[in-house]
């Protein structure tokens, strides 16, 4: 089916938006002077890279706030659903969440640039624009309008990878009649290019893969990738990650909750966001080291590159529908200039710097440094 272009910005790929049947949920309980918030997250327990950031940021509440505030968290599904956390934020019958901000985007497709944008920012950089570069302020604005919530990034994954393919990726014709697992901005490029991109939640990746429901997938990196098992049904493991040159995470809190705490509050929920944040800069790269090594050892799976020639062409593509999304509303238009701005000249900087810095490293290792 051939979408048109517009109509991709103006309707839902979100799988749900209401909550789950049955799912009943309390305002804040208070005892003695204390706050429990109920806390939902778009990942099972213990999903590698993701729940931990939850835990983390209640971890860091309850102790920030000597026990004053803490924070109960529920997985996808016992509450709501992966994709339903914002509502049941916005609406005040949970808290806060953890979540990737593209699980927003079958609501409003400019949050693409909180979470991430094809050929964007890296989790440095990203953090650089958040935090000194006006992002913070223009989300806030967008979010208290729009759903009711305030923000703070959290969660970054870093350089990802291109997908799991069971074919051989030498051109653009290749992807013609592939039926992908691709969120967000990234499956439009994808449809755009002759994919069939589908958005299913993280947890139900694995199975799609084995039943053939899907071809291929994208999710994130090794560690991720491999935890879900993705190594048993496809073979060639495919890079750059285009798509998500980083995957920024966020917790959302609602805004008339924090509205309602005291300054001191508020900051201890700000600086708790922030401390999970940086700890999880540092899992990813680790942990993605040693399961990219496992990956290629013990499980022989061939990791490939796209020729250069379709990343030009997924990159033209991807500057297409990046630039529509400034079309949406007048907080994108904003968004938008804000963010192409700085990205342009954090990309001049890196071709200067940082390529030439990897480039050596690369040498020093192949002579033995």
């Given amino acids: 089916m051939t979408m048109n ?7 839902s790929i979100a799988t749900g938006t209401g909550l789950a049947a049955g799912a009943t949920l309390a305002a804040p309980i208070y005892a003695q002077g204390k706050r429990e918030l109920t806390m939902v997250m778009a990942w099972p327990h213990n999903f590698p890279g993701l729940a931990s950031i939850a835990y983390n940021f209640a971890k860091f509440v309850e102790e920030l706030s000597d026990g004053q505030i803490t924070a109960k968290v529920n997985a996808a599904g016992e509450l709501v659903g992966a994709f339903e956390v914002f509502d049941a934020v916005g609406q005040g019958t949970a808290d806060c969440y953890h979540s990737s901000p593209m699980f927003l985007a079958g609501k409003w497709q400019p949050v693409t640039f909180f979470g991430l944008v094809p050929f964007g920012l890296n989790p440095a950089e990203h953090c650089a ?3 000194h570069g006006g992002g913070q302020e223009l989300q806030n604005k967008a979010y208290r309008d729009l759903f009711n919530l305030q923000a703070f990034t959290c969660g970054h994954t870093g350089a990802q990878m291109a997908g799991w393919f069971n074919k051989e990726i030498n051109s653009l014709d290749d992807f013609q009649g592939v039926k992908m697992r691709s969120s967000g901005i990234a499956g439009e490029v994808m449809r755009r290019v002759g994919a069939s991109a589908v958005m299913i939640p993280p947890q139900e990746i694995f ?13 994130c990196c090794a560690w991720l990738d491999s935890a879900n098992g993705f190594q048993q049904h496809a073979k060639y493991y495919y890079t750059p990650g285009w798509q998500e040159v980083n995957s920024a995470g966020e917790i959302g809190i609602n805004a008339d909750l924090m509205d309602d705490l005291t300054p001191h509050q508020r900051l201890i929920m700000q600086h708790a966001a922030q401390s999970a944040n940086s700890i999880n800069i540092g899992e990813w790269p680790y942990y993605n080291a040693k399961a990219m090594e496992n990956l290629r050892t013990e499980h022989k799976v061939e990791v490939r590159q796209y020729p250069d020639d379709v990343v030009i062409a997924l990159a033209k593509t991807s500057q297409e529908v990046v630039a529509e999304l400034a079309e949406v509303d007048d907080y994108a238009a904003e968004i938008y200039a804000s963010w192409k701005a700085y ?12 390529y030439p810095l990897y480039y050596a490293r690369k040498l020093a290792f192949e002579n033995g440094a």
């Fill in 343 to 354: 990205r342009d000249e954090a990309v001049q900087y890196s071709v200067l710097v940082d």
């Fill in 207 to 219: 199975t799609s893969l084995q039943s053939g429901a899907i071809d291929a997938t994208e999710l």
């Fill in 129 to 131: 624009w958040m935090y």
């Fill in 5 to 11: 272009r517009r109509s991709f910005f103006k309707n």
